[in-house]
């Protein structure tokens, strides 16, 4: 057998060193843990089970007879040794006994098993209290013998309430996870009408820029048409708007007076001036020239009368009454 103990490796802790270091971190008295450690053992499993390899392993032993194992009844018998007050340096094996220093139990397992016995042990002491100050009318016996001593937490009483407990508080924390569900139901559903409206207004202010961007797009087309029919009508009419020009050496100045004047008299082509007035063409020009220049020539108004005459009008006269043919 081998006489020094390897170092123990990261996660594992010495079975010999657990109830030292309980001294030192834990509330509990080492005493009493240790039996409610125990306690919590002898009911994990069926006692002969060996306890996992995972969770316990043996670093030295007899090479003759083999490792052996470790039950959970023989850890459960240490542990209750240790709440007895003895100090067991050793413990028993399928094969023997070796030194509890070679175990290594995994710190993760055994500190699931502390936890459940504290809260075994808590559900004692509190089953204890109430018992105490319980009136002698009911049941002060109990109450008499509760006072020498703590309910064990693994007994089949105290683990009842304990069940009852677990239960009561899974049933509180599955109220709590209900309703906590509900609220994040209710809030998701309310960020979904708010997405849901934020979409609508979305869906109705793109509606409105594809019908706004339709009304300009037929607009840009109706004035690109206009533009065309505009540009037409300044390439049909080039040849007047030259001789119009004044800046054009070209274009005569009489001949734009008698355009002028057509204008003038006819509103741009839109009346006929000797319409119902008894007044032909000829007193018309001469009255047009004289309120801009004066008292026109003979020859000047000849030549108006002339340029301005349309069909169906006599020569220098009147507004002939059968004419029915506007010019």
């Not at 993760?108 to 002491?125: C, D, F, L, P, Y």
């Not at 594809?210 to 004035?223: G, K, L, N, P, V």
């Not at 040849?239 to 004047?261: C, H, K, Q, W, Y």
């Amino acid at each position: 057998m081998q006489s020094t103990p390897p170092p123990t490796p990261i996660g594992r802790i010495r079975l010999s060193e657990i109830a030292s270091e309980w001294s030192d971190t834990h509330p509990l008295n080492p005493r009493l843990l240790a039996d409610e450690v125990a306690g919590v053992l002898r009911s994990l499993c069926p006692e002969d089970r060996a306890v996992e390899q995972q969770h316990l392993t043996l670093s030295m032993f007899d090479t003759s007879s083999g490792p052996g194992v470790i039950t959970y009844r023989l850890l459960a018998d240490y542990f209750e040794s240790f709440s007895l007050g003895q100090s067991p340096e050793t413990i028993s094996t399928t094969t023997g006994e070796i030194k509890a220093a070679t175990v290594l139990v995994s710190r993760q397992m055994i500190g699931r098993i502390v936890i459940e016995a504290t809260s075994r042990a808590a559900v004692a002491a509190g089953y204890a209290t109430e018992a105490a100050t319980e009136p002698a009318q009911h049941g002060g016996a109990l109450r008499k013998s509760t006072e020498k001593t703590q309910p064990h937490g693994s007994s089949p009483f105290v683990l009842g309430q304990h069940e009852q407990q677990q239960r009561q508080e899974g049933e509180r924390e599955a109220a709590e996870q209900v309703a906590q569900l509900l609220r994040t139901v209710e809030r998701l559903e309310q960020e979904k009408a708010i997405l849901m409206a934020r979409t609508q207004v979305s869906d109705i202010a793109l509606t409105d820029a594809r019908e706004d961007a339709e009304t300009h797009r037929r607009a840009a087309i109706e004035d690109r048409r206009q533009r065309g029919i505009t540009e037409e009508k300044l390439r049909e009419n080039a040849g007047i708007i030259a001789f119009m020009d004044a800046d054009n050496p070209l274009s005569p100045v009489e001949g734009r007076r008698a355009v002028t004047a057509w204008c003038d008299l006819t509103d741009n082509g839109q009346k006929d001036p000797t319409d119902g007035t008894g007044i032909g063409v000829g007193e018309h020009a001469r009255r047009w020239w004289q309120l801009r220049f004066g008292e026109p020539k003979g020859i000047v108004v000849k030549h108006l009368q002339w340029v301005l005459a349309w069909p169906a009008r006599k020569k220098g006269g009147a507004v002939s009454k059968k004419c029915s043919q506007k010019g």
